[in-house]
């Protein structure tokens, strides 16, 4: 399998978009303020790495701008960002001279990979039947791709960053959504139980 490696413009943050996921982002430092003006010129996305404790962790996701919502007097703006990809970092440059912003050589992680664990399909069809109130058969769910069932589980940025991490991210996904039933089942079972006494 050949893998391309690309250079692109590095905004570490404490967060995690997988594809399809959307966010706002207040950009006020001079190099974002930079780097955000030459990607929606170019139309060209951004990484993400994800920083924690002060460091700039391996992984991290793609992000293209979806719109800028509004510019202020004094440069800064807010603009609408979307997940379109995630990615393992091979080397990271605080700053790209003459650029003020940073910018990473990555790999891109494969995120068509479709939901085939068994265990998976089964609490998923679950999940989203007694949790969700949807009907979804199991031909939909093998359908699926790992990262936008995980969009849909409201994960926190911490949880997703270790599906990005994981070599096997099916089984992690198996497990956070086990968890998610199993709280929620004992919250329906806890509010049930107050109205029948």
């Not at 490696?5 to 996921?21: A, D, R, S, Y």
């Not at 030459?38 to 002060?54: L, R, Y």
């Not at 440069?75 to 912003?101: C, Q």
């Amino acid at each position: 399998m050949n893998t391309h490696h690309l250079t692109i413009p590095m905004f570490p943050l404490n967060m995690v978009l997988l594809p399809g996921e959307t966010t706002k982002l207040h950009i006020f430092e001079e190099r974002y303020k930079q780097l955000v003006n030459e990607c929606f010129e170019n139309d060209a996305s951004f990484g993400i790495p994800f920083f924690e404790k002060g460091k700039v962790l391996t992984y991290g996701s793609e992000v293209k701008i979806k719109r800028i919502l509004k510019k202020y007097a004094n440069g800064e703006m807010d603009i609408l960002i979307e997940g379109v990809g995630v990615f393992k970092m091979l080397e990271y440059s605080k700053k790209l001279t003459p650029k003020l912003y940073g910018a990473g050589v990555i790999e891109p992680v494969n995120n068509n990979q479709k939901i085939a664990l068994n265990a998976l399909q089964d609490a998923l069809v679950n999940y989203y039947g007694n949790i969700q109130n949807k009907f979804v058969d199991y031909e939909t769910v093998s359908q699926m791709r790992v990262y936008n069932v995980a969009a849909t589980l409201q994960l926190t940025h911490q949880e997703k960053y270790q599906l990005l991490c994981s070599k096997n991210p099916q089984f992690l996904l198996l497990n956070q959504v086990k968890f998610i039933t199993h709280v929620i089942n004992v919250e329906q079972l806890l509010r049930d139980g107050f109205i029948n006494n």
